[in-house]
Nanobody, 121 residues
Framework: QVQLVESGGGLVQPGGSLRLSCAASGSIFSINAMGWYRQAPGKERELVAR???????NYADSVKGRFTISRDNAKNIVYLQMNSLKPEDTAVYYCNALVSTTLYGGGMPYWGKGTLVTVSS
């Protein structure tokens, strides 16, 4: 009943920028937090950035100063602005959301299917 759809991935040269978007839809009462994870070939999935409904943010050390996460609570959309991209940023980026579908229910994690970001010359 809850779907997360990512967009904005693609091929970009080192030093370039991309903006990822993730739209949540379905039976949503509230979203407590949204975030972005990534998984590079042969590596474990890692947290890139997250943001709570109150605006608290957290970033991986490797992206601090280059990436910015933001959220449109009214539209249930989370963005990831990625600047000064490096080849090591190449990965499949996954959207994650902690969603409550009822007033009294606790949050449950949902995942998007991912969008590929390739940083290469």
């Amino acid at each position: 009943q809850v779907q997360l759809v990512e967009s904005g991935g693609g091929l970009v040269q080192p030093g370039g920028s991309l903006r990822l978007s993730c739209a949540a839809s379905g039976s949503i009462f509230s979203i407590n937090a949204m975030g972005w994870y990534r998984q590079a070939p042969g590596k474990e999935r890692e947290l890139v950035a997250r943001i709570t409904s109150g605006g608290r943010t957290n970033y991986a050390d490797s992206v601090k100063g280059r990436f910015t996460i933001s959220r449109d609570n009214a539209k249930n959309i989370v963005y990831l602005q990625m600047n000064s991209l490096k080849p090591e940023d190449t990965a499949v980026y996954y959207c994650n959301a902690l969603v409550s579908t009822t007033l009294y229910g606790g949050g449950m994690p949902y995942w998007g299917k991912g969008t590929l970001v390739t940083v290469s010359s």
